[in-house]
Protein backbone atom coordinates (compact mmCIF):
# COMPACT_ATOMS: atom_id res chain seq x y z
CA UNK A 1 0.00 0.00 0.00
CA UNK A 2 1.32 3.72 -0.42
CA UNK A 3 1.48 5.90 2.26
CA UNK A 4 1.53 9.64 1.11
CA UNK A 5 1.50 12.44 3.70
CA UNK A 6 0.46 15.96 3.07
CA UNK A 7 1.19 18.89 4.85
CA UNK A 8 1.06 17.03 8.25
CA UNK A 9 1.15 19.33 11.31
CA UNK A 10 0.90 17.92 14.83
CA UNK A 11 0.23 20.12 17.73
CA UNK A 12 0.22 18.93 21.48
CA UNK A 13 -0.93 21.07 24.64
CA UNK A 14 -1.35 23.72 22.35
CA UNK A 15 2.25 23.48 21.11
CA UNK A 16 3.30 22.34 17.37
CA UNK A 17 5.70 19.42 17.60
CA UNK A 18 5.56 18.42 13.75
CA UNK A 19 5.22 20.76 11.08
CA UNK A 20 5.13 20.96 7.36
CA UNK A 21 5.74 17.30 7.13
CA UNK A 22 5.21 16.21 3.31
CA UNK A 23 6.41 11.87 2.78
CA UNK A 24 5.54 9.05 0.43
CA UNK A 25 6.62 5.48 1.06
CA UNK A 26 5.65 3.67 -2.17
CA UNK A 27 4.04 -0.13 -2.17
CA UNK A 28 6.57 -2.43 -0.79
CA UNK A 29 8.97 0.43 0.21
CA UNK A 30 10.78 0.28 3.31
CA UNK A 31 11.23 3.40 4.92
CA UNK A 32 13.35 4.80 8.17
CA UNK A 33 12.39 8.27 9.94
CA UNK A 34 15.86 9.11 11.31
CA UNK A 35 16.21 12.06 13.28
CA UNK A 36 17.70 12.82 17.18
CA UNK A 37 15.50 12.30 19.92
CA UNK A 38 12.95 14.35 20.44
CA UNK A 39 12.80 15.41 17.02
CA UNK A 40 8.99 14.37 16.22
CA UNK A 41 9.38 10.82 14.73
CA UNK A 42 7.40 9.10 16.99
CA UNK A 43 4.79 11.97 17.16
CA UNK A 44 4.89 11.20 13.16
CA UNK A 45 4.16 7.96 13.39
CA UNK A 46 1.49 7.92 16.13
CA UNK A 47 -0.46 10.76 13.56
CA UNK A 48 -0.43 8.12 10.86
CA UNK A 49 -1.71 5.46 13.25
CA UNK A 50 -4.42 7.89 13.87
CA UNK A 51 -3.53 7.92 18.10
CA UNK A 52 -2.85 11.91 17.63
CA UNK A 53 -5.51 14.16 15.93
CA UNK A 54 -4.09 16.26 13.04
CA UNK A 55 -3.75 20.04 13.39
CA UNK A 56 -3.49 20.20 9.73
CA UNK A 57 -2.62 18.27 6.56
CA UNK A 58 -3.58 14.70 5.51
CA UNK A 59 -2.96 11.01 4.80
CA UNK A 60 -3.56 8.58 1.76
CA UNK A 61 -3.39 4.95 1.80
CA UNK A 62 -3.58 4.32 -2.08
CA UNK A 63 -5.15 7.55 -2.88
CA UNK A 64 -7.49 7.03 -0.24
CA UNK A 65 -7.86 10.00 2.44
CA UNK A 66 -7.47 8.10 5.99
CA UNK A 67 -6.83 11.12 8.38
CA UNK A 68 -10.63 10.81 9.54
CA UNK A 69 -10.74 7.15 10.27
CA UNK A 70 -10.44 5.95 13.57
CA UNK A 71 -7.10 4.57 14.96
CA UNK A 72 -8.69 0.99 15.44
CA UNK A 73 -10.25 0.66 11.82
CA UNK A 74 -7.08 2.23 9.52
CA UNK A 75 -5.49 -1.20 9.19
CA UNK A 76 -2.04 0.15 9.91
CA UNK A 77 -0.40 -1.48 12.70
CA UNK A 78 2.54 0.39 15.10
CA UNK A 79 4.59 -1.71 17.25
CA UNK A 80 5.67 0.60 19.77
CA UNK A 81 9.36 0.84 21.64
CA UNK A 82 8.08 -0.81 24.90
CA UNK A 83 6.83 -3.55 23.19
CA UNK A 84 3.34 -3.92 24.76
CA UNK A 85 2.53 -7.41 25.18
CA UNK A 86 -0.27 -7.88 26.91
CA UNK A 87 1.03 -9.26 30.33
CA UNK A 88 -1.82 -11.42 30.99
CA UNK A 89 -2.02 -13.27 27.76
CA UNK A 90 0.85 -16.21 26.67
CA UNK A 91 3.37 -15.95 23.28
CA UNK A 92 0.39 -17.67 21.96
CA UNK A 93 -2.78 -15.08 23.08
CA UNK A 94 -0.99 -11.95 22.59
CA UNK A 95 -0.84 -13.66 18.73
CA UNK A 96 -4.22 -14.89 18.77
CA UNK A 97 -5.40 -11.53 19.75
CA UNK A 98 -4.62 -9.82 16.29
CA UNK A 99 -6.38 -13.17 14.65
CA UNK A 100 -9.76 -13.01 16.89
CA UNK A 101 -10.10 -9.38 16.29
CA UNK A 102 -10.09 -10.36 12.50
CA UNK A 103 -12.75 -13.08 12.95
CA UNK A 104 -10.42 -15.93 12.40
CA UNK A 105 -11.75 -19.19 13.00
CA UNK A 106 -9.86 -21.44 15.92
CA UNK A 107 -8.06 -23.72 13.40
CA UNK A 108 -7.05 -21.01 11.11
CA UNK A 109 -6.17 -19.34 14.05
CA UNK A 110 -3.67 -22.00 15.50
CA UNK A 111 -2.08 -22.76 11.87
CA UNK A 112 -1.30 -18.93 11.78
CA UNK A 113 0.24 -18.87 14.91
CA UNK A 114 2.13 -21.95 14.37
CA UNK A 115 3.46 -19.96 11.12
CA UNK A 116 4.14 -17.06 12.48
CA UNK A 117 6.12 -18.52 15.19
CA UNK A 118 8.22 -20.55 12.72
CA UNK A 119 9.34 -17.29 11.00
CA UNK A 120 9.77 -15.37 14.35
CA UNK A 121 11.98 -19.01 15.21
CA UNK A 122 10.00 -19.17 18.59
CA UNK A 123 8.49 -22.35 17.86
CA UNK A 124 7.60 -24.47 21.01
CA UNK A 125 7.39 -21.36 23.02
CA UNK A 126 3.97 -20.71 22.79
CA UNK A 127 2.56 -21.32 26.21
CA UNK A 128 5.37 -19.19 27.13
CA UNK A 129 4.25 -16.26 29.57
CA UNK A 130 5.71 -12.60 28.57
CA UNK A 131 7.53 -12.35 31.45
CA UNK A 132 9.20 -16.08 30.83
CA UNK A 133 11.12 -14.18 27.34
CA UNK A 134 14.15 -12.34 27.00
CA UNK A 135 13.79 -8.77 25.82
CA UNK A 136 14.60 -9.80 21.82
CA UNK A 137 12.28 -12.90 22.33
CA UNK A 138 9.56 -10.05 23.04
CA UNK A 139 10.74 -7.89 20.06
CA UNK A 140 9.80 -11.22 18.18
CA UNK A 141 6.30 -11.62 19.51
CA UNK A 142 5.72 -7.99 19.39
CA UNK A 143 6.21 -8.30 15.30
CA UNK A 144 4.40 -11.50 14.88
CA UNK A 145 1.55 -10.14 16.33
CA UNK A 146 1.56 -6.77 14.21
CA UNK A 147 1.90 -9.51 11.66
CA UNK A 148 -1.42 -11.42 12.52
CA UNK A 149 -3.07 -8.45 12.12
CA UNK A 150 -2.34 -8.42 8.01
CA UNK A 151 -1.36 -4.46 8.62
CA UNK A 152 -1.57 -2.70 5.09
CA UNK A 153 1.00 -0.68 6.42
CA UNK A 154 3.57 -1.67 9.24
CA UNK A 155 5.24 0.96 11.43
CA UNK A 156 7.63 0.09 14.11
CA UNK A 157 8.90 2.94 16.73
CA UNK A 158 13.19 2.16 17.74
CA UNK A 159 12.48 -1.09 17.36
CA UNK A 160 15.76 -2.47 18.68
CA UNK A 161 16.70 0.11 20.78
CA UNK A 162 16.63 -2.12 23.70
CA UNK A 163 18.69 -4.51 22.55
CA UNK A 164 22.40 -5.56 22.81
CA UNK A 165 24.48 -5.30 19.69
CA UNK A 166 24.22 -8.95 18.85
CA UNK A 167 20.45 -9.27 18.56
CA UNK A 168 20.33 -6.22 16.55
CA UNK A 169 21.66 -7.43 14.01
CA UNK A 170 19.60 -10.92 14.52
CA UNK A 171 16.43 -8.52 14.36
CA UNK A 172 17.41 -6.40 11.57
CA UNK A 173 18.15 -10.01 9.40
CA UNK A 174 14.69 -11.24 11.28
CA UNK A 175 12.60 -7.65 10.43
CA UNK A 176 14.41 -7.55 6.55
CA UNK A 177 13.47 -10.89 5.67
CA UNK A 178 9.89 -10.60 6.92
CA UNK A 179 9.58 -7.51 5.04
CA UNK A 180 11.17 -8.94 2.12
CA UNK A 181 8.36 -12.38 2.24
CA UNK A 182 5.39 -10.31 3.00
CA UNK A 183 6.03 -6.86 0.65
CA UNK A 184 5.32 -4.68 3.01
CA UNK A 185 5.11 -0.63 3.08
CA UNK A 186 7.41 -0.32 6.57
CA UNK A 187 7.86 2.49 8.14
CA UNK A 188 10.66 2.07 10.99
CA UNK A 189 11.54 5.22 13.33
CA UNK A 190 15.28 5.40 14.88
CA UNK A 191 17.92 7.35 15.87
CA UNK A 192 20.96 5.41 14.62
CA UNK A 193 22.12 5.98 11.42
CA UNK A 194 23.75 2.89 10.40
CA UNK A 195 20.42 0.87 11.28
CA UNK A 196 18.50 3.36 8.47
CA UNK A 197 21.49 2.71 5.88
CA UNK A 198 21.41 -0.81 5.77
CA UNK A 199 17.71 -1.85 6.10
CA UNK A 200 15.52 1.04 4.13
CA UNK A 201 14.62 2.14 0.46
CA UNK A 202 14.18 5.34 1.55
CA UNK A 203 15.44 7.25 4.27
CA UNK A 204 13.56 10.50 5.99
CA UNK A 205 15.44 12.54 8.23
CA UNK A 206 13.77 15.08 10.72
CA UNK A 207 14.89 17.64 12.76
CA UNK A 208 13.02 19.92 15.07
CA UNK A 209 9.55 18.68 13.77
CA UNK A 210 10.66 18.87 9.79
CA UNK A 211 11.46 16.40 7.40
CA UNK A 212 14.79 17.88 6.26
CA UNK A 213 16.20 15.77 3.63
CA UNK A 214 14.19 12.35 2.45
CA UNK A 215 15.65 9.90 -0.37
CA UNK A 216 17.75 6.95 -0.93
CA UNK A 217 20.51 5.94 1.43
CA UNK A 218 23.41 6.32 -0.58
CA UNK A 219 22.07 9.23 -1.82
CA UNK A 220 21.21 11.30 1.73
CA UNK A 221 24.84 10.16 3.07
CA UNK A 222 27.11 11.11 0.22
CA UNK A 223 24.93 14.49 -0.49
CA UNK A 224 23.64 16.03 2.76
CA UNK A 225 21.01 18.67 2.34
CA UNK A 226 22.23 21.29 4.88
CA UNK A 227 24.76 21.14 7.59
CA UNK A 228 22.52 19.39 9.87
CA UNK A 229 22.54 16.61 7.98
CA UNK A 230 25.65 16.57 7.25
CA UNK A 231 26.44 16.42 10.41
CA UNK A 232 23.99 13.78 11.99
CA UNK A 233 25.59 11.33 9.95
CA UNK A 234 28.80 11.72 11.29
CA UNK A 235 32.29 10.64 10.31
CA UNK A 236 33.50 13.75 9.09
CA UNK A 237 34.86 16.82 9.86
CA UNK A 238 33.90 20.57 9.09
CA UNK A 239 35.73 23.53 8.45
CA UNK A 240 34.30 27.50 8.19
CA UNK A 241 35.94 29.02 4.88
CA UNK A 242 35.27 31.83 2.53
CA UNK A 243 35.07 31.19 -1.09
CA UNK A 244 36.39 33.64 -3.87
CA UNK A 245 37.70 33.65 -6.84
CA UNK A 246 36.71 29.97 -7.28
CA UNK A 247 38.90 28.52 -4.25
CA UNK A 248 37.35 27.98 -1.04
CA UNK A 249 39.77 29.21 1.57
CA UNK A 250 40.06 28.54 5.81
CA UNK A 251 43.01 28.91 7.76
CA UNK A 252 43.57 24.47 7.37
CA UNK A 253 42.49 24.29 3.54
CA UNK A 254 42.45 25.73 0.11
CA UNK A 255 40.09 23.84 -2.56
CA UNK A 256 39.64 24.88 -6.18
CA UNK A 257 36.05 24.62 -5.98
CA UNK A 258 32.71 26.09 -8.55
CA UNK A 259 30.80 28.16 -5.74
CA UNK A 260 29.30 31.37 -5.35
CA UNK A 261 30.97 34.07 -3.38
CA UNK A 262 30.46 33.59 0.38
CA UNK A 263 31.36 32.01 3.82
CA UNK A 264 30.95 28.09 3.71
CA UNK A 265 31.41 25.46 5.79
CA UNK A 266 33.34 22.83 3.67
CA UNK A 267 32.66 18.56 4.97
CA UNK A 268 34.99 16.25 4.72
CA UNK A 269 34.62 12.78 4.77
CA UNK A 270 36.55 10.55 6.58
CA UNK A 271 37.42 8.71 3.58
CA UNK A 272 38.07 12.35 1.91
CA UNK A 273 41.25 12.80 3.54
CA UNK A 274 44.83 11.18 3.19
CA UNK A 275 48.01 11.95 4.64
CA UNK A 276 50.66 13.51 2.90
CA UNK A 277 54.24 15.16 3.76
CA UNK A 278 54.24 17.96 5.75
CA UNK A 279 54.10 19.62 8.87
CA UNK A 280 50.59 21.63 9.60
CA UNK A 281 48.34 18.78 11.20
CA UNK A 282 50.16 16.83 14.02
CA UNK A 283 49.08 13.36 15.66
CA UNK A 284 46.73 13.17 18.43
CA UNK A 285 45.00 9.98 18.72
CA UNK A 286 44.24 6.75 16.96
CA UNK A 287 40.92 5.66 16.57
CA UNK A 288 39.95 2.02 16.52
CA UNK A 289 36.70 0.41 16.33
CA UNK A 290 37.56 -3.25 15.15
CA UNK A 291 36.99 -2.97 11.79
CA UNK A 292 38.48 0.08 10.69
CA UNK A 293 41.35 2.38 11.82
CA UNK A 294 40.85 6.14 12.11
CA UNK A 295 43.58 8.88 12.91
CA UNK A 296 43.02 12.02 14.50
CA UNK A 297 45.48 14.87 13.26
CA UNK A 298 45.18 18.48 14.59
CA UNK A 299 45.86 21.91 13.25
CA UNK A 300 48.78 23.46 14.15
CA UNK A 301 47.59 26.91 14.44
CA UNK A 302 43.82 26.61 14.84
CA UNK A 303 43.46 23.85 16.49
CA UNK A 304 40.68 22.50 14.54
CA UNK A 305 40.58 18.32 14.01
CA UNK A 306 40.13 16.13 11.08
CA UNK A 307 40.08 12.12 10.96
CA UNK A 308 41.26 10.11 8.21
CA UNK A 309 41.88 6.74 6.95
CA UNK A 310 45.11 5.05 6.97
CA UNK A 311 44.40 2.47 3.78
CA UNK A 312 48.05 1.24 4.29
CA UNK A 313 47.49 0.17 7.66
CA UNK A 314 50.77 0.28 8.31
CA UNK A 315 50.56 2.10 12.06
CA UNK A 316 54.48 2.06 12.19
CA UNK A 317 54.69 4.57 9.41
CA UNK A 318 52.24 7.00 10.60
CA UNK A 319 53.70 10.47 10.78
CA UNK A 320 53.56 12.57 13.83
CA UNK A 321 53.40 15.36 11.48
CA UNK A 322 51.94 15.59 8.09
CA UNK A 323 49.66 17.15 5.80
CA UNK A 324 46.07 16.77 4.52
CA UNK A 325 45.35 15.98 1.12
CA UNK A 326 41.38 16.12 0.28
CA UNK A 327 39.81 14.37 -2.80
CA UNK A 328 37.82 17.26 -4.47
CA UNK A 329 34.82 14.98 -5.53
CA UNK A 330 33.85 13.24 -2.16
CA UNK A 331 33.84 17.77 -1.04
CA UNK A 332 30.50 18.61 0.19
CA UNK A 333 30.55 22.59 1.14
CA UNK A 334 27.32 24.50 2.65
CA UNK A 335 26.12 28.24 2.60
CA UNK A 336 26.81 29.75 5.71
CA UNK A 337 23.69 32.29 5.80
CA UNK A 338 24.53 35.86 6.47
CA UNK A 339 21.53 36.67 8.97
CA UNK B 1 17.40 -6.27 57.40
CA UNK B 2 16.45 -9.94 59.99
CA UNK B 3 15.37 -7.23 62.38
CA UNK B 4 13.07 -5.12 59.81
CA UNK B 5 11.73 -8.75 59.15
CA UNK B 6 10.88 -10.09 62.63
CA UNK B 7 8.93 -6.27 63.53
CA UNK B 8 6.84 -7.26 60.75
CA UNK B 9 6.05 -9.98 61.46
CA UNK B 10 4.87 -9.20 64.62
CA UNK B 11 2.72 -6.63 63.73
CA UNK B 12 1.04 -9.11 61.09
CA UNK B 13 0.76 -11.40 64.08
CA UNK B 14 -0.64 -8.82 65.92
CA UNK B 15 -3.06 -7.76 63.56
CA UNK B 16 -4.03 -11.22 62.56
CA UNK B 17 -5.06 -11.71 66.31
CA UNK B 18 -6.91 -8.30 66.71
CA UNK B 19 -9.23 -9.80 63.95
CA UNK B 20 -9.29 -13.39 64.54
CA UNK B 21 -9.58 -13.26 68.36
CA UNK B 22 -13.05 -11.24 68.46
CA UNK B 23 -14.66 -13.45 64.94
CA UNK B 24 -13.38 -16.80 67.63
CA UNK B 25 -14.99 -15.40 70.36
CA UNK B 26 -18.09 -14.38 68.33
CA UNK B 27 -18.24 -17.98 67.50
CA UNK B 28 -17.84 -19.39 70.37
CA UNK B 29 -20.62 -17.48 71.53
CA UNK B 30 -23.07 -18.40 68.66
CA UNK B 31 -23.12 -21.92 69.60
CA UNK B 32 -23.14 -21.59 73.33
CA UNK B 33 -26.27 -20.76 75.83
CA UNK B 34 -24.76 -19.49 78.59
CA UNK B 35 -20.75 -18.90 79.08
CA UNK B 36 -20.29 -17.09 82.71
CA UNK B 37 -17.08 -15.58 84.23
CA UNK B 38 -14.89 -17.23 84.95
CA UNK B 39 -15.40 -20.69 82.76
CA UNK B 40 -13.06 -20.91 79.98
CA UNK B 41 -15.66 -22.83 77.75
CA UNK B 42 -19.39 -22.43 77.31
CA UNK B 43 -21.62 -24.30 79.41
CA UNK B 44 -23.23 -26.63 76.03
CA UNK B 45 -24.00 -26.04 72.78
CA UNK B 46 -26.48 -24.76 71.63
CA UNK B 47 -28.41 -23.45 68.30
CA UNK B 48 -30.80 -20.76 70.02
CA UNK B 49 -28.84 -18.11 67.82
CA UNK B 50 -29.02 -20.08 64.42
CA UNK B 51 -32.67 -20.75 65.56
CA UNK B 52 -33.54 -17.15 65.54
CA UNK B 53 -32.18 -16.18 62.68
CA UNK B 54 -33.61 -19.15 60.11
CA UNK B 55 -36.44 -20.12 61.77
CA UNK B 56 -38.03 -17.89 64.06
CA UNK B 57 -37.32 -14.89 63.01
CA UNK B 58 -38.48 -15.25 58.99
CA UNK B 59 -38.10 -11.36 58.58
CA UNK B 60 -34.89 -11.87 59.37
CA UNK B 61 -33.87 -14.11 56.51
CA UNK B 62 -35.80 -11.99 54.00
CA UNK B 63 -34.13 -8.94 54.91
CA UNK B 64 -30.61 -10.69 54.93
CA UNK B 65 -31.35 -11.51 51.41
CA UNK B 66 -32.57 -8.58 50.46
CA UNK B 67 -29.64 -6.69 52.16
CA UNK B 68 -27.22 -8.42 50.37
CA UNK B 69 -28.90 -7.35 46.72
CA UNK B 70 -28.85 -3.80 47.96
CA UNK B 71 -25.40 -3.85 49.17
CA UNK B 72 -24.45 -5.76 45.72
CA UNK B 73 -26.35 -3.08 43.76
CA UNK B 74 -24.66 -0.08 45.63
CA UNK B 75 -21.10 -1.89 45.01
CA UNK B 76 -21.52 -2.27 41.42
CA UNK B 77 -22.79 1.35 40.69
CA UNK B 78 -20.17 2.78 42.93
CA UNK B 79 -17.29 0.89 41.28
CA UNK B 80 -19.06 0.97 37.85
CA UNK B 81 -19.15 5.21 38.63
CA UNK B 82 -15.78 4.95 40.66
CA UNK B 83 -13.93 3.75 37.82
CA UNK B 84 -15.48 6.18 35.55
CA UNK B 85 -14.10 8.88 37.97
CA UNK B 86 -11.06 7.65 37.80
CA UNK B 87 -10.46 6.64 34.32
CA UNK B 88 -11.55 10.66 33.85
CA UNK B 89 -9.18 11.60 37.11
CA UNK B 90 -6.01 9.90 35.90
CA UNK B 91 -6.30 9.81 31.85
CA UNK B 92 -7.67 13.44 31.22
CA UNK B 93 -6.80 16.99 31.71
CA UNK B 94 -10.14 19.49 32.77
CA UNK B 95 -10.62 22.65 34.84
CA UNK B 96 -10.65 22.20 38.05
CA UNK B 97 -9.86 18.65 38.39
CA UNK B 98 -7.95 19.08 41.52
CA UNK B 99 -11.03 20.22 43.30
CA UNK B 100 -13.25 17.76 42.07
CA UNK B 101 -10.84 15.07 42.72
CA UNK B 102 -10.66 16.40 46.24
CA UNK B 103 -14.66 16.86 46.47
CA UNK B 104 -14.92 13.27 45.55
CA UNK B 105 -13.17 12.14 48.87
CA UNK B 106 -15.77 14.20 51.13
CA UNK B 107 -17.95 11.56 52.08
CA UNK B 108 -15.92 10.23 53.73
CA UNK B 109 -13.33 13.17 54.74
CA UNK B 110 -16.79 15.01 56.79
CA UNK B 111 -18.51 12.54 59.24
CA UNK B 112 -20.87 10.56 57.72
CA UNK B 113 -23.90 11.81 60.38
CA UNK B 114 -23.49 15.63 58.28
CA UNK B 115 -23.54 13.91 55.28
CA UNK B 116 -26.53 11.66 55.61
CA UNK B 117 -28.70 14.75 56.94
CA UNK B 118 -26.82 17.06 54.11
CA UNK B 119 -28.20 14.32 51.40
CA UNK B 120 -31.56 13.39 53.38
CA UNK B 121 -32.34 17.04 52.59
CA UNK B 122 -32.02 16.89 48.44
CA UNK B 123 -33.30 13.62 49.03
CA UNK B 124 -36.70 14.61 50.46
CA UNK B 125 -37.11 17.40 47.90
CA UNK B 126 -36.48 14.78 45.29
CA UNK B 127 -39.29 12.39 46.92
CA UNK B 128 -36.75 9.09 47.14
CA UNK B 129 -36.34 9.71 50.89
CA UNK B 130 -37.82 6.59 52.78
CA UNK B 131 -37.36 3.99 50.15
CA UNK B 132 -34.90 1.54 48.54
CA UNK B 133 -33.93 4.13 45.62
CA UNK B 134 -32.70 6.69 48.31
CA UNK B 135 -30.74 4.26 50.47
CA UNK B 136 -29.27 2.99 47.30
CA UNK B 137 -28.21 6.01 46.24
CA UNK B 138 -26.69 7.15 49.76
CA UNK B 139 -24.89 4.06 49.57
CA UNK B 140 -23.48 4.47 45.99
CA UNK B 141 -22.79 8.11 47.25
CA UNK B 142 -20.61 6.91 50.55
CA UNK B 143 -18.69 4.00 48.95
CA UNK B 144 -17.81 5.88 46.24
CA UNK B 145 -14.56 8.23 47.87
CA UNK B 146 -13.02 4.27 48.67
CA UNK B 147 -13.77 2.89 44.83
CA UNK B 148 -12.22 5.92 42.97
CA UNK B 149 -9.10 6.16 45.53
CA UNK B 150 -8.71 2.38 44.90
CA UNK B 151 -9.37 2.01 40.92
CA UNK B 152 -7.56 5.57 40.31
CA UNK B 153 -4.32 4.66 41.31
CA UNK B 154 -4.28 1.28 39.35
CA UNK B 155 -5.56 2.95 36.21
CA UNK B 156 -3.34 5.74 36.39
CA UNK B 157 -0.59 3.10 37.48
CA UNK B 158 -1.91 0.66 34.25
CA UNK B 159 -2.07 3.79 31.79
CA UNK B 160 -3.67 3.71 28.41
CA UNK B 161 -0.74 1.80 26.52
CA UNK B 162 -2.41 -1.53 26.05
CA UNK B 163 -5.40 -0.24 25.08
CA UNK B 164 -3.46 2.04 22.26
CA UNK B 165 -1.97 -1.39 21.28
CA UNK B 166 -5.47 -3.60 20.90
CA UNK B 167 -6.57 -0.33 18.86
CA UNK B 168 -3.23 -0.90 16.25
CA UNK B 169 -4.37 -4.64 16.29
CA UNK B 170 -7.88 -3.37 14.93
CA UNK B 171 -9.62 -3.50 18.42
CA UNK B 172 -12.46 -1.07 19.31
CA UNK B 173 -12.24 0.83 22.85
CA UNK B 174 -15.28 -1.34 24.51
CA UNK B 175 -13.74 -4.46 23.07
CA UNK B 176 -10.52 -3.17 24.36
CA UNK B 177 -11.68 -2.35 27.99
CA UNK B 178 -13.38 -6.14 28.42
CA UNK B 179 -10.40 -7.99 26.86
CA UNK B 180 -7.32 -5.86 28.34
CA UNK B 181 -8.41 -3.24 31.34
CA UNK B 182 -10.99 -4.94 32.77
CA UNK B 183 -8.53 -8.13 33.34
CA UNK B 184 -5.23 -6.70 34.45
CA UNK B 185 -7.50 -4.01 36.67
CA UNK B 186 -8.86 -6.77 38.20
CA UNK B 187 -7.59 -7.20 41.61
CA UNK B 188 -8.46 -3.65 42.06
CA UNK B 189 -11.71 -4.04 40.95
CA UNK B 190 -12.18 -6.96 43.17
CA UNK B 191 -11.19 -4.77 46.22
CA UNK B 192 -13.04 -1.64 44.95
CA UNK B 193 -16.28 -4.14 44.89
CA UNK B 194 -15.68 -5.26 48.22
CA UNK B 195 -14.50 -2.56 49.94
CA UNK B 196 -18.26 -1.25 48.60
CA UNK B 197 -20.00 -4.16 49.55
CA UNK B 198 -18.75 -4.11 53.14
CA UNK B 199 -19.33 -0.45 53.56
CA UNK B 200 -22.78 -0.84 52.72
CA UNK B 201 -23.70 -4.00 53.88
CA UNK B 202 -22.42 -2.86 57.48
CA UNK B 203 -23.82 0.78 56.88
CA UNK B 204 -26.49 1.36 59.68
CA UNK B 205 -27.10 4.96 60.49
CA UNK B 206 -27.16 6.14 56.71
CA UNK B 207 -29.64 3.25 56.22
CA UNK B 208 -31.68 4.29 59.02
CA UNK B 209 -32.11 8.03 58.25
CA UNK B 210 -32.28 8.06 54.42
CA UNK B 211 -34.81 4.81 54.91
CA UNK B 212 -36.72 6.11 57.06
CA UNK B 213 -37.30 2.68 58.74
CA UNK B 214 -39.40 1.97 55.68
CA UNK B 215 -36.25 0.27 54.18
CA UNK B 216 -34.74 -2.44 56.65
CA UNK B 217 -30.95 -3.79 56.16
CA UNK B 218 -29.49 -6.66 57.93
CA UNK B 219 -27.34 -4.25 59.68
CA UNK B 220 -30.35 -2.37 61.00
CA UNK B 221 -31.89 -5.37 62.03
CA UNK B 222 -28.89 -6.70 63.76
CA UNK B 223 -27.74 -3.25 65.24
CA UNK B 224 -30.78 -3.08 68.36
CA UNK B 225 -30.16 -7.28 69.03
CA UNK B 226 -26.43 -6.57 70.03
CA UNK B 227 -27.10 -3.41 72.18
CA UNK B 228 -30.30 -5.89 73.48
CA UNK B 229 -27.10 -7.97 75.28
CA UNK B 230 -28.00 -11.71 74.10
CA UNK B 231 -24.85 -12.81 72.94
CA UNK B 232 -25.40 -15.62 71.63
CA UNK B 233 -28.18 -14.09 69.33
CA UNK B 234 -25.94 -11.10 68.65
CA UNK B 235 -22.85 -13.81 67.57
CA UNK B 236 -25.13 -15.94 65.81
CA UNK B 237 -26.46 -12.80 63.50
CA UNK B 238 -23.16 -11.39 63.21
CA UNK B 239 -21.08 -14.80 61.85
CA UNK B 240 -24.20 -15.11 59.19
CA UNK B 241 -23.02 -11.69 58.67
CA UNK B 242 -19.23 -11.98 57.93
CA UNK B 243 -20.01 -15.71 56.19
CA UNK B 244 -22.40 -13.77 53.75
CA UNK B 245 -19.85 -11.54 53.05
CA UNK B 246 -17.21 -13.88 52.19
CA UNK B 247 -19.57 -15.80 50.45
CA UNK B 248 -20.50 -12.99 48.39
CA UNK B 249 -17.10 -11.79 47.56
CA UNK B 250 -16.04 -15.37 46.72
CA UNK B 251 -19.29 -15.37 44.12
CA UNK B 252 -18.37 -11.93 42.72
CA UNK B 253 -14.82 -12.54 42.15
CA UNK B 254 -15.77 -15.97 40.82
CA UNK B 255 -18.25 -14.37 38.44
CA UNK B 256 -15.56 -11.60 37.23
CA UNK B 257 -12.92 -14.09 36.35
CA UNK B 258 -15.50 -16.31 34.30
CA UNK B 259 -17.02 -13.33 32.35
CA UNK B 260 -13.07 -12.01 31.54
CA UNK B 261 -12.20 -15.98 30.50
CA UNK B 262 -15.74 -16.02 28.34
CA UNK B 263 -14.70 -12.60 26.66
CA UNK B 264 -11.11 -13.15 25.81
CA UNK B 265 -10.46 -16.73 26.29
CA UNK B 266 -7.92 -16.64 28.94
CA UNK B 267 -7.03 -17.37 32.46
CA UNK B 268 -6.10 -13.66 34.53
Same mark, same amino acid.
Given at each position: ??? @? ?146 ? @? ?91 ? @? ?94 | ?268
Amino acid at each position: MKL @KVENMKVALSKKDIISDINLSAEEGEFLSVLGASGCGKSTLLKAIAGMLPLKEGSIFVDGKRIDHIPAHKRNIVLVFQDIRLFPHMTVAENIAYALKIKKIPPEGRDAKIKSLLEQIKMEGLENRNINQLSGGQQQRVALARALAAEP @KILMLDEPFSSLDENLRFDMRLLLFDIHKRYHMTTIMVTHNKDEALSMSDKIALMDEGRVIQSGSPEDIYENPINYKAAKYFGDASFFEGTVS @KGKFNSPEFSVDCSLKEGKYILMVRNDAAELTEGDDFEFIQRVYTGNEEEYVYQHGETGSKIRCRNNSKKTDSLPVKASICLKREKLRYYKISSS | MTNKNSILRLIMVFAAACILIPVALMTVWAFTSRWQWPDLIGESLSLRGFREVFINNVQGFRILVSSIFISMAAAFFATVIGYMSAQAFSMYDFPLKKWLRFGSMLPIIIPSSIFAMGIHVYFIKWGINDSITGVLAGHVLYCMPYTVNILGDSREALGNKYEQQAAMLGCSSLKAFFSITLPLMLPSVISAFSMAYIISFSQYFITMLLGGGVVKTYAVLVFPLISAGDRTIAGAYTLVFLLSSIFIFMLFEGAIKFIVKKIVGTET
